[in-house]
């Protein structure tokens, strides 16, 4: 195989990694960009400024390499986002993000719609705020003007393939997690449509995960080492192809990917919906289709921790300290439950009205109960999620997991622990740049297929559960449970409050 460029466009920053041909990472680069926050709900970033990220990346990585023949660059993106462009290709608007809340009420409407869950079973996208078909519809109420100035309505990796090629076009992995695709037809959705108030021809052009985009601006080429004619593999999303880069592909494996945020993913042959319309449900490939739910609150929780909790100490402790601090207190915290929904939540609640809380605390609570309560918390949303993962898929035999926590080892015993299930820690470096890759080189015929990449994705280590900390989180999970369905009635009522 030829080496590959792999470009995973993250909520935070751009990664590229480059791959010699048997997988092994010959260089990486990782920009980042600001996220725009001046106003409630909002979350915001420049196109302008993921561009310059990329770019910078791809210069740097290549330079260490130059004489390196590269088989193409390959792209992964993050789910949700939404640009408005003029009909030059130029923005009109910044890059709205998934966790952009402010579409929240078009949200709540969708919902209450009578074929709400039609909806759901033709675009298998929740419906939430976080949507570009939700954002459409807060757009077409609070500023009509704007969007019907509009052109084109793309997503990120759209837009940034568009700057590389002037092609514009969009996989149906990204389209799936639009909510305005059609999972039947392979095509834009008629009644999303109608409801977003847009047409078929301002969106990009629907293909293939593995298909092939050619036209690499030639300064560009000349820049990073490469012809006009190298492929840009367009690829898919970060989610489903984090799951591809950790060789989750089989029925009983899962991934689980706690950054920032967090997910839990299984992959199946065919599509399936949750009857409440709580999961997710996205292309990845022919015959390959991703299930499973985001949470909103993974490692940001635990910066907020240290932060509000330590962050007046002379040196706010590291995560490794921090990690040595919750490796003193037992399983369950002396009795503390966190309820970890300080960003709203998506999967399992899908209430942006969501808050978080303590519940236990007494005058004897230390920080290092808190801060092990709130991992505990974190982990039991997500075991939530994947028990309704399980209900559609089956049960899991392993979870395949990654993202910061993986450093770790408290952590990584809590949620096997938790999951009452065998942890393994992958050793490829970044996930979804990895499964770009992969599938770059599927598109260009040097795999058979994407189950043919096995190999390519080593194991680091397995984490085994212990059997007696798995009965006491499961007597514990009952008892969160019980906090969750009693809190969630009054965490509407604060939000109304506040």
């Not at 791809?58 to 408005?84: C, D, N, R, W």
């Not at 992959?267 to 739910?293: E, K, M, T």
Request: glycine share 8%; hydrophobic share 45%; proline share 6%.
């Amino acid at each position: 195989m030829q080496a590959m460029l792999g470009v995973d466009i993250g909520t935070t920053s751009t990664k590229v990694v480059l791959y010699d041909q048997n997988g092994q990472v010959i260089a990486s680069a990782n920009h980042g960009y600001p996220l725009y926050q001046t106003t409630p709900g909002m979350a915001e970033e420049a196109p302008a400024e993921i561009y310059q990220a990329m770019v910078q990346g791809l210069t740097e990585v290549t330079a260490k390499q130059p004489q390196l023949p590269i088989g193409g660059i390959s792209f992964s993106a993050a789910m949700h986002s939404l640009i408005l462009l003029a009909a030059d290709g130029q923005p009109l608007t910044r890059m709205y993000t998934w966790a952009d809340n402010r579409a929240k009420a078009a949200a709540d409407q969708l919902r209450t719609r009578s074929d709400a869950l039609t909806l759901y079973q033709h675009t298998g996208t929740p419906l939430h705020p976080m949507t570009p078909l939700a954002k459409l519809v807060w757009l077409e109420q609070t500023q009509p003007a704007l969007k019907h100035a509009a052109r084109w309505v793309v997503d990120i990796k759209s837009y940034l393939i568009y700057r590389l090629t002037g092609q514009l076009v969009m996989d149906y992995s990204i389209a799936n997690a639009t909510g305005l695709f059609n999972m039947q037809t392979f095509d834009w959705d008629p009644l999303a449509l109608q409801l977003a108030a847009i047409k078929a021809d301002q969106l990009p052009a629907l293909v293939d995960t593995t298909a092939q985009v050619t036209g690499l601006a030639a300064d560009l080429a000349a820049q990073w080492h490469l012809t006009p004619t190298t492929p840009l593999i367009v690829g898919a999303s970060d989610g489903c192809l984090s799951n591809l880069g950790l060789n989750a592909l089989q029925p009983g494996v899962a991934a689980l990917t706690i950054g920032t945020s967090g997910a839990v993913r299984v992959v199946s042959d065919h599509p399936q919906l949750d009857a409440n319309g709580r999961l997710f449900c996205y292309y990845l490939a022919p015959n390959r289709w991703v299930i499973g739910g985001p949470v909103n609150n993974g490692g940001n929780v635990l910066a907020w921790v240290r932060q509000q909790l330590f962050g007046h100490d002379a040196a706010v402790p590291s995560l490794a300290k921090l990690s040595d601090l919750v490796s003193q207190v037992p399983a369950g915290s002396h009795g503390l439950l966190m309820q970890p929904y300080l960003n709203g939540e998506r999967a399992p609640l899908w209430n942006a009205d969501a808050r978080g809380a303590f519940f236990g605390l007494t005058a004897q609570t230390t920080r290092a109960e808190m801060t092990r309560a709130a991992l505990e918390g974190i982990t039991f949303n997500l075991v939530h999620v994947a028990k309704l993962v399980q209900n559609l898929t089956g049960p899991f035999t392993s979870l395949q997991a990654t993202g910061g926590f993986a450093n770790s080892a408290p952590w990584q015993q809590l949620i096997a622990d938790s999951f009452a299930t065998p942890v393994t820690i992958p050793n490829s470096f970044e996930s979804s740049c990895l499964g770009a890759a992969i599938l770059g080189w599927v598109s260009l015929g040097e795999l058979a297929n994407i189950e043919a990449a096995s190999t390519l994705v080593g194991a680091e280590q397995t984490i085994v559960p212990d059997p007696a900390t798995v009965a006491t989180y499961q007597q514990l999970y009952l008892l969160y449970q019980q906090l969750q369905q009693v809190s969630q009635p009054l965490c509407q009522q604060l939000a109304r409050f506040k």
